[in-house]
Structures are given as C-alpha cells and as structure tokens.
C-alpha cells in the first residue's frame, strides 16, 4: 500500500524559496513515475512536475527555471525545490504516485504554500 506524506509547506513572500518533501512508502520506484501537483482555490488540480525512476524530469511551462524536482531512492523522499515563487504559486500542493502498470494514482494529503507580501 502506498502512502505519501507532504512536509515544508507555508507562508513565504514574493521572490522567497521554500522547500517541500515527500515520504513515500510503499512505492516500488521502477514501476512509478513521482510528481507534485497543486490546487489553488477554485480551480483544478493542475500538474507541477514529474520524475521517472530514471531521473527524467517534466515541468508545466509557469515554473520552468525555478522549481526542481528530486528523489532520493534510499531514503524514499522526493523533493521540490521552488525558487523565485510568486502570489500565483499559492496553492496546496500535492505529492502524487502514480503507478505506471495499471494507471493508479495515489495522493498525499496536502501542504500549503501561501505566497504573499
């Protein structure tokens, strides 16, 4: 059974960085491809980026240059570094397994990232 917690959210001003992290368990990394998405009130949930086991990356357009995607196999963890961050980034923001042999995603719980002067 997978699960995933969120961890690193929270208030930052414009320009500011935050960290967040990702404790998967249950994940058999070659099978899955790991990502983050977020949720800003009254809209959708939309993709962030994504990892392969193999390290390739996938970001939307908004945040090409300053979020970074990273796992770290041996401690089950995976990362988002989100640089320069901007009002529109406020979101929550969710860590997502999905399992690349029958479709299947699993999802965190959430962690808020508010960005704001």
């Known amino acids: 059974q997978v699960q995933l917690v969120e961890s690193g959210g929270g208030s930052v001003q414009p320009g500011g960085s935050l960290r967040l992290s990702c404790a998967a368990s249950?994940?058999?990394?070659?099978?899955?491809?790991m990502g983050w998405y977020r949720q800003a009130p009254g809209k959708t949930r939309e993709l962030v980026a994504t990892?392969?086991?193999?390290?390739?990356?996938n970001y939307r357009d908004s945040v090409k240059g300053r979020f970074t995607i990273s796992k770290n196999n041996a401690v089950d963890t995976v990362s988002l570094q989100m640089n320069t961050l901007k009002p529109e980034d406020t979101a929550i923001y969710y860590c997502?397994?999905?399992?690349?042999?029958?479709?299947?995603?699993?999802w965190g719980q959430g962690t808020q990232v508010t960005v704001s002067s």
């Open positions: 997502n397994a999905h399992n690349l042999l029958n479709d299947y995603d699993s």
């Open positions: 990892i392969t086991n193999g390290g390739t990356t």
């Open positions: 249950g994940v058999i990394y070659r099978f899955y491809r």
